[in-house]
């Protein structure tokens, strides 16, 4: 069992910046990808950035490439993500989660667990 555990949220003013934490206990996630995922009001959760186990190789959605950035720091069980220039639509809960795999997903399917989520508000 993996628990995960985000924070970092809150409101902030558009054009700010927040950094997301993930922590992860119960088990070592160096082995695995690890994602974030988004899910605002009314809609479906939607992928947003991946990073693969060695924290070599990234993806993002394009609606947040160039503004958000996905790191880990394996040997703090830890998974970041730095998001600038924020933009009112991207208000939403913000899940982290574990891949089955190595390599980065982007599929919800390819992800185990999931944390409870952290809120990100983003007024215009």
């Known amino acids: 069992q993996v628990q995960l555990v985000e924070s970092g949220g809150g409101l902030v003013q558009a054009g700010g910046s927040l950094r997301l934490s993930c922590t992860a206990s119960g088990r070592t996630i160096s082995s695995y990808a690890m994602g974030w995922f988004r899910q605002a009001p009314g809609k479906e959760r939607e992928f947003v950035a991946t990073?693969?186990?060695?924290?070599?190789?990234?993806y993002y959605a394009d609606s947040v490439k160039g503004r958000f950035t996905i790191s880990r720091d394996n040997a703090k069980n830890t998974v970041y993500l730095q998001m600038n220039s924020l933009k009112p639509e991207d208000t939403a809960v913000y899940y982290c989660?574990?891949?089955?795999?190595?390599?980065?997903?982007?599929?919800?399917?390819?992800?185990?667990?999931w944390g409870q989520g952290t809120e990100v508000t983003v007024s215009s």
């Open positions: 989660a574990k891949s089955r795999y190595s390599p980065p997903e982007t599929a919800r399917y390819a992800y185990e667990y």
């Open positions: 990073i693969s186990s060695r924290g070599g190789s990234t």
